[in-house]
C-alpha cells in the first residue's frame, strides 16, 4: 500500500486503489463486520462465524482490504488479528466529499453537506 500523505488525505491513486479494494460485495461484508467490532479487531476465525465465507476465499479477501490499506493485521501467537483502519476509511470519505457542491450555490452545498454529514452520523 501507499502511504498517505497525511491521515486524511488522500491522492487519487491511493484513494482508487482503497475504493477498488472493497469493490466486491464479500470484501465490503467483511469490511463492515471489521468496522462493527471496533478498535479490538477479530481474528480470522472470528470473522469467518460472522460472514460464513470458506477460509481460502475470507484469507483472499483479507488479502485484498489490507493491500487497499481498508485493514490493519496483526499477528498474536498463531492467530492473525485484523481491523478496521478507521483513520484510512475516514479519509476515503473525506477524498469524495472535499470538493462536495463546489459549483453549487452556498445555500445548496451548506444543505447537501449536512444532510450527508447527518445520514452518516445517524
Known sequence: MTPTRRND??????AAQGFAAAGSEPRLEVLRVL??????????????ERVGQPASTLA???RCLAAGGLIEQERRGRSVLNRAAYAHIEAL???????????????QARGALSAAYRKLTH
Open 9 to 14: 488525505t488522500l491522492g487519487p491513486g491511493e
Open 35 to 48: 468496522v462493527r467490532a471496533g478498535p479490538d479487531g477479530l481474528t480470522v476465525g472470528e470473522i469467518q
Open 60 to 62: 483472499h479477501h483479507l
Open 93 to 107: 470519505a473525506a477524498f469524495l466529499l472535499h470538493a462536495c457542491c463546489a459549483e453549487a450555490k452556498p445555500e
